[in-house]
């Protein structure tokens, strides 16, 4: 396929600076399997899903991995996007031409990293010089939330994102990137569903900043997706199995968990316990084994992660769906409104 099938046109008003207040008064287009679109609220969830079905979520917590800096008298800026264990990460470094390995970059007084690699496109592998547990100390100190490029904030970040950019439930320190669609979920909304008899589990995938790196093949096969590191635990795992048993439904909150699941799942279908990296790049022609409806956020045009929802519900489906969104103008992107996708069998896609 090509980047070009992906594209489409969004008016730059409709891309959400802020999130909804509260969480779950965001707006929910429901996409079903066919038939007409739904435009309801993230809060009508309760009514939606069924007693038996399983939320999976992606439990991960977000760092402040954006730093400011200096070498000598020049400003560098530096994204945070892969762990590399003993207080090494990979990063984005802005303006990377500055950069040479060996040199020392510091954030404050009592913080800087060398860098101990530079790569292509602007990464660099960056030496921190303590343990992950001091490092992730400092951050919080000097860092600031990584917000996508697209909102825009003033030069230091708004205190505001340190908590708006950040599920309810997150657990596990690691991600650059929230899972967006976790954002919409309350403590309330929570309860709602537990009446309702739906059930959630946990999963943990530390998004990494280069799920908003821009494709830039025109030949969409020849894109590589950045690694990130995920977990099923055991608990988890046999969720999802009783879950299916039941024949209850599974409902990926965010791509970032339903990516997960299909990195974890064997050619059955079946989800056991897993942890590792996964480059798992989905696009149209995918065969899904494990989730039956998908929350998620609306996504940037040309992007991998409009090129995942239309695998999963069909391109010509997620156009459609798109733009009667935008017609009806529903908020865009990361802090943006969600929607509700029935998994479309392979079959039907291609027909």
């Keep these: 396929m090509r980047l070009s099938d992906f594209d489409f046109d969004l008016p730059r008003d409709l891309i959400a600076e802020h999130p909804a207040r509260p969480r779950d008064a965001a707006r929910l287009l429901v996409v079903p399997g066919a038939g007409s679109f739904e435009d309801r609220g993230v809060r009508d969830l309760p009514a939606l899903l069924s007693a038996g079905d399983l939320l999976v979520l992606n439990d991960t917590r977000v760092i402040p991995a954006r730093l400011r800096g200096k070498r000598g008298d020049a400003a560098i800026e530096v994204t945070l996007h892969k762990a590399e264990g003993a207080g090494r990460w ?14 020392r970059i510091a954030f404050a007084p009592e913080f800087s990293a060398i860098v101990a690699e530079k790569n292509e496109a602007g990464e660099v592998l960056l030496d921190f010089g303590v343990g992950d547990a001091a490092l992730l100390a400092l951050l919080e100190r000097h860092g600031e939330m990584p917000l996508p490029p697209y909102i825009k904030r003033p030069k230091h970040g708004n205190a505001d994102d340190r908590a708006d950019y950040q599920t309810v439930y997150a657990a596990r320190e690691g991600a650059v990137a929230a899972p967006t669609a976790g954002l919409h979920f309350t403590p309330g909304l929570f309860a709602q569903l537990e009446a309702r008899g739906v059930k959630r589990t946990f999963v943990t995938l530390h998004v990494g900043a280069g799920t908003f790196l821009p494709v830039k093949t025109e030949d969409v096969a020849k894109h590589v997706m950045h690694a990130e590191w995920g977990e099923v635990s055991a608990a988890s795992a046999a969720a999802i199995a009783e879950t299916r048993a039941r024949g209850g439904r599974i ?15 064997g050619d059955d279908g079946a989800v056991g316990a897993w942890s590792g990296e996964t480059r798992l790049f989905i696009t149209p022609g995918y065969r899904f084994r494990t989730a039956d409806m998908l929350l998620t956020n609306f996504h940037l045009p040309r992007s991998t992660l409009f090129m995942l929802v239309a695998a ?21 992107f990361s802090y943006g409104d969600a929607c509700l996708l029935e998994r479309v069998p392979l079959a039907a896609i291609g027909a």
Excluded: C, D, N, W
């Design 90 to 103: 990979r990063a984005f470094a802005r303006p990377a031409k500055r950069l040479k390995a060996g040199q």
């Design 251 to 265: 409902v990926a909150v965010g791509t970032t968990s339903l990516r997960l699941l299909e990195s974890a799942a």
């Design 312 to 332: 999963f519900a069909g391109l010509g489906r997620m156009k459609a769906a798109y733009a009667h969104a935008i017609a009806r103008r529903y908020r865009f």
